[in-house]
């Protein structure tokens, strides 16, 4: 089967598959599927949504497992602490800022929507700055992966068409 084929007959799939990654972390995959976008494979609209809300959803709940169970959850983890606390101190010192920028430092998006939960952060303000974030986040990753693969396709034409294609297939191999 061509893969062309296989997202044009899955494609509502493969926007759930990037929603359920992004929930869990993402970055990796939205690159991708942004490379793909650019050549037309998926729509990057709906490649941006389901980003969008996937690190949203995510980060949403880390935030009410940290609110409720946080400190249950630290006990049970404890190597989460330094994690928490470390995250807890940017907070202290950058506030918002935090807040909207947490998601793009690596190994520190979950602890910090945990740690975010456990701290005097309102639920409202982390639901709309977390919003904002990542409509930021998802924008930005979709935006350098549909620019890469342009960049590629300049540079170096069918070849990376058959490179594309070929990561495309390892992702989504690797994601079922």
Do not use: K
Not at 10 to 33: D, K, Q
Not at 82 to 101: M, P
Not at 149 to 155: I, N, Q, R, S, V
Request: include cysteine; charge should be neutral; proline fraction near 1%.
């Amino acid at each position: 089967m061509d893969l062309n084929q296989l997202i044009t007959e899955n494609g509502s799939y493969f926007y759930l598959i990037v929603f359920i990654w992004t929930f869990l972390e993402g970055e990796t995959v939205v690159l991708l599927a942004g490379f793909a976008a650019s050549q037309g494979l998926v729509d990057p609209l709906l490649l941006l949504i389901a980003a969008w809300f996937g690190s949203f959803a995510g980060d949403q709940c880390y935030f009410w497992l940290g609110r409720y169970f946080g400190l249950q959850l630290l006990d049970r983890f404890p190597r989460w602490r330094h994690g928490v606390d470390v995250a807890l101190s940017w907070l202290e010192r950058y506030d918002a800022g935090f807040i909207l920028t947490f998601r793009f430092i690596y190994g520190v998006r979950n602890i910090s929507s945990i740690a975010l939960g456990l701290s005097a952060v309102r639920w409202q303000r982390f639901l709309w700055l977390n919003f904002v974030a990542a409509g930021i986040w998802a924008a930005s990753f979709v935006g350098v992966g549909y620019f890469l693969g342009h960049a590629f396709d300049a540079l170096i034409g069918d070849l990376a068409r058959s490179f594309r294609l070929g990561m495309l297939a390892v992702f989504i191999a690797i994601g079922l």
